[in-house]
Nanobody, 116 residues
Framework: QVQLVESGGGLVQPGGSLRLSCAAS????????MSWYRQAPGKERELVAS????????NYADSVKGRFTISRDNAKNTLILQMNSLKSEDTAVYYC?????????WGQGTQVTVSS
């Protein structure tokens, strides 16, 4: 079965850091581009960051550029999002997504709350 399991979310103060992980199984992880999305209360789901299948190219939403870093370890079928200098506006459920141009897979999400 296809699984994407996010972990690492939690409560953090503004200016703090969190590291999110997404463990993938049940599909050819190395053939998929991977992305992190998030959905805040009252807002639509938005793309946060993405990375190509080999990890050679990344892109970021303007709102997180310079603060977040996406990476992947294809040997471990794992996607990472390192989040630094967190702001209250980063509060959302964060979702892992796999895309090969034809098929998409979604995780169940992990809650990130940034609050003092």
């Amino acid at each position: 079965q296809v699984q994407l399991v996010e972990s690492g979310g939690g409560l953090v103060q503004p200016g703090g850091s969190l590291r999110l992980s997404c463990a993938a199984s049940g599909f050819a992880f190395t053939w998929y581009a991977m992305s992190w999305y998030r959905q805040a209360p009252g807002k639509e789901r938005e793309l946060v960051a993405s990375i190509t299948s080999a990890g050679g190219s990344t892109n970021y939403a303007d709102s997180v550029k310079g603060r977040f870093t996406i990476s992947r370890d294809n040997a471990k079928n794992t996607l990472i999002l390192q989040m630094n200098s967190l702001k209250s506006e980063d509060t959302a459920v964060y979702y892992c997504n796999a895309n090969n141009g034809l098929t998409r897979h979604w995780g169940q999400g992990t809650q990130v709350t940034v609050s003092s």
